[in-house]
């Protein structure tokens, strides 16, 4: 105990050493890496070109673009189509508040799908909910693909029916009009 000081005795400095100890143990262990002894090899990718040269050979074509993109109709989640098929047997079972159920669930998992807003909307107009169909019929059209000709059709025909039925005759007109011109 004589070589040791008072702070040293205490096991505070002695603590501190063996900690000072591990960490050069450590990091002295890390700093052992190993090495080949040969360099990496090259690839070889042939002769660099000239930048110096005057009137190169080199042309750049005229850009074109892609062709518009077809939008497919995707094929409808497993779970979807298993909610359509049960909304259609309650609506043909006149269970129209279940039948809406369905297509809310299917449209939580598919909101972009047009047709499944077009399928809401008929369900609407079975309940006599004629504010309900213009909106959903209206949103059907805008997520609709713009070849859907029959899609939009039915769409603008559910249009027409809701509004005559809210009494907006000159409304109704003008949508049997861009159905008929859809046909």
């Known amino acids: 105990m004589a070589c040791f000081s008072k702070h040293e005795a205490t096991?505070?400095?002695g603590a501190r050493w063996v900690v000072w100890m591990l960490a050069v143990v450590l990091f002295a262990?890390?700093?052992?890496?190993?090495?080949?002894?040969?360099?990496?090899?090259?690839?070889d990718r042939g002769p660099v070109p000239d930048s110096t040269q005057r009137g190169s050979e080199t042309q750049i074509a005229a850009y074109t673009p892609p062709a518009a993109p077809r939008i497919a109709r995707a094929e409808p989640n497993r779970a979807v189509g298993v909610l359509v098929r049960r909304a259609d047997d309650q609506r043909r079972g006149?269970?129209?508040?279940?039948?809406?159920?369905?297509?809310?669930?299917a449209l939580r998992i598919a909101p972009d799908d047009a047709l499944l807003w077009q399928r809401l909307a008929e369900v609407r107009a079975d309940q006599?909910?004629?504010?309900?169909?213009?909106?959903?019929?209206a949103k059907s059209n805008a997520?609709?693909?713009p070849t859907d000709r029959s899609l939009r059709?039915?769409?603008?025909?559910?249009?027409?029916?809701?509004?005559?039925?809210?009494?907006?005759?000159?409304?109704?007109?003008?949508?049997?009009?861009?159905?008929a011109s859809l046909r």
């Not at 006149?94 to 669930?105: H, I, M, N, P, Y």
């Not at 059709?153 to 005559?164: F, K, P, S, V, Y």
Request: hydrophobic share 35%; aromatic share 4%; charged share 30%.
């Open 11 to 13: 096991g505070y400095h």
């Open 94 to 105: 006149g269970d129209f508040d279940g039948a809406t159920v369905s297509l809310e669930r």
């Open 143 to 145: 997520l609709a693909d």
């Open 153 to 179: 059709q039915r769409n603008w025909t559910l249009i027409a029916q809701a509004r005559r039925a809210l009494g907006d005759d000159a409304g109704a007109r003008d949508a049997e009009g861009r159905a």
């Open 128 to 137: 006599r909910r004629p504010e309900l169909v213009v909106q959903l019929a």
């Open 29 to 43: 262990g890390c700093s052992s890496v190993s090495r080949q002894s040969r360099p990496a090899a090259v690839e």
